[in-house]
């Protein structure tokens, strides 16, 4: 009796830890595609103005880096940032009540 306790604690073990993995391995994945995404588009953007942008960067003194690389940082720092954000609807507000 007491082998079966066990496999039935280290099923429900095995249960609780796949429920929060999945939350977390997408949490993860949605951050590795934004900065990819990020570097993407830092080389994209670096077709166009990626001389200014990087001369800017070399006057405040950040030399030494490629647009795709700037990219995938501001991607990345951005990945966290964006899911804080909080969009109020004000369609159900009230302003005055009555």
Do not use: E, H, Y
């Not at 039935?8 to 990819?36: E, Q, R």
């Not at 960067?57 to 995938?72: E, H, P, R, V």
Request: hydrophobic share 60%; proline share 1%; aromatic share 22%.
């Amino acid at each position: 009796m007491r082998m079966r306790d066990f496999w039935d604690l280290l099923s429900a073990l095995i249960g609780l830890i796949a429920s929060w993995m999945g939350p977390l391995l997408w949490f993860v994945a949605i951050k590795i595609f934004v900065t990819i995404a990020g570097a993407l588009f830092g080389w994209i953007i670096g077709w166009f103005i990626g001389s200014t942008v990087l001369g800017i960067l070399a006057q405040l003194g950040i030399t030494g880096f490629s647009m795709w690389q700037i990219g995938a940082f501001l991607g990345f720092v951005g990945s966290f940032f964006g899911s804080t954000l909080n969009f109020n609807d004000f369609r159900s507000f009230k302003f005055f009540s009555r």
